[in-house]
């Protein structure tokens, strides 16, 4: 049984439902600071053990936007007024020509960019923590 705030009804996700539903999904919210702004954007990814992988091109926000960084994934129901979210912040990272065993098994990965364009970069966000929420809907588990 999970843990739920008796003062916002907010439930606590495990550390294992995050992955799972980390796993399920293929688009989210990357956030960057580039110069002394943060952004958001919304962008295709993939789950490579514990990190998640995405693809930009050279020269990019995301590109630019490299170390501290943010990702969120999240899925609601407007009619039950129910939802989960999951956040992992860590150091993004660019996965270069010279970490070939990674870059190998990285380009493997389902990382279908939906925006046109050649996006050779690969970006891989170590993740340093990860939480997740959950509100409304069955106390068993998320719905997605």
Not at 104 to 130: C, D, I, M, N, Y
Request: aromatic share 6%; glycine share 10%.
């Amino acid at each position: 049984m999970r843990a739920v705030s008796s003062h916002s009804g907010i439930g606590v996700l495990e550390p294992d439902e995050c992955k799972k539903l980390l796993a399920q999904d293929v688009i989210g919210r990357l956030a960057v600071v580039v110069g002394s702004m943060p952004m958001i954007f919304p962008v295709n990814y993939a789950v490579d053990g514990d990190a998640i992988v995405i693809r930009t091109m050279s020269g990019s926000r995301l590109d630019v936007g490299q170390g501290h960084a943010a990702f969120e994934v999240d899925s609601f129901d407007r009619a039950s007024q129910s939802g989960w979210s999951v956040l992992v912040t860590g150091h993004l990272e660019e996965v270069t020509k010279y970490q070939a065993k990674d870059m190998v098994r990285l380009q493997a990965l389902p990382v279908v960019p939906w925006a046109s364009g050649e996006r050779t970069v690969w970006l891989r966000l170590r993740p340093s923590f990860t939480s997740g929420r959950i509100v409304g809907g069955d106390e068993r588990g998320p719905t997605a």
